[in-house]
């Protein structure tokens, strides 16, 4: 069975600095998908990055980007120039296909809650 | 942001009642979940349809059943609540494609005393 694992409960950065949030996961599967989802204290899940398993390239969007080591099997998210409005829980996910193919279902760990230090 | 709305927000019920949260989407996507959220877990998935009056189960959907009559709704109904079914309730939407992101609602807060 697929799995991810986020190993750090929570963390601290300074605003300005940059920070790496851990995600290990575990397929059989040679196409996979992992997705990272922002929630604020206010209780919304917000997309953030996607890093399929053959794309060439560690996915970026803006101040987020994803260091993709595959044999090692972790899509760790890295935050550059935190602000303050980055303190929020962040989750990693992935996806599996869902009998009969007909969709995917995500799977997500357990979440890293981020606290931004002014 | 993805047309989604989650009614109610939040609702207080007592342990035997019965239960239906709503999800709409104004997207015309095909795919529809419900995953449940409680501390330590993360989402995990109860639901899901690929399409009007196609439903089926997923990894906890023991005391949930579900519900789509119209493409833009998907209704969750808990027949007889228990206090195990306390927990943050998010409707998820996807077109299929795989490399596309689920997107959320912005969740309901469930209590059962």
């Known amino acids: 069975a697929q799995k991810i694992t986020q190993t750090q409960p929570g963390m601290f950065v300074q605003e300005k600095e940059a920070v790496t949030l851990d995600c290990t996961y575990d397929?059989?599967?040679?196409?996979?998908?992992l997705f990272w989802y922002k929630q604020p204290s206010s209780g919304e899940m917000i997309f953030l990055i996607y890093?399929?398993?053959?794309?060439?390239q560690n996915a970026t969007e803006g101040r987020y980007s994803l260091n993709f080591q595959k044999a090692r099997k972790s899509a760790n998210l890295v935050i550059s120039a935190s602000q303050l409005g980055d303190s929020a829980m962040y989750f990693c996910?992935?996806?599996?296909?869902?009998?009969?193919?007909?969709?995917?279902?995500?799977?997500f760990g357990t979440g890293t809650l981020l606290a931004v230090q002014p | 942001d993805a047309g989604i709305t989650q009614s109610p927000r939040h609702k207080v019920t007592e342990t035997g009642t019965p239960v239906t949260l709503r999800c709409h989407q104004t997207?015309?996507?095909?795919?529809m979940y419900w995953y449940r959220q409680d501390p330590g877990h993360g989402l995990r998935l109860i639901h899901y349809s690929y399409g009007v009056k196609d439903t089926d189960k997923g990894e906890v959907s023991d005391g949930y059943s579900v519900s789509r009559s119209k493409t833009e709704d998907f209704l969750l109904t808990l027949e007889s609540a228990t206090s195990s079914q306390t927990s943050v309730y998010f409707c998820?939407?996807?077109?299929?494609?795989?490399?596309?992101?689920?997107?959320f609602g912005d969740g309901t807060r469930l209590s059962i005393l």
């Open positions: 998820a939407i996807s077109d299929g494609v795989s490399n596309q992101p689920q997107h």
């Open positions: 996910a992935m996806r599996e296909l869902l009998k009969g193919g007909a969709t995917n279902k995500l799977i």
């Open positions: 997207e015309n996507h095909r795919y």
């Open positions: 890093q399929g398993s053959y794309d060439q």
């Open positions: 397929t059989s599967d040679p196409s996979y998908g």
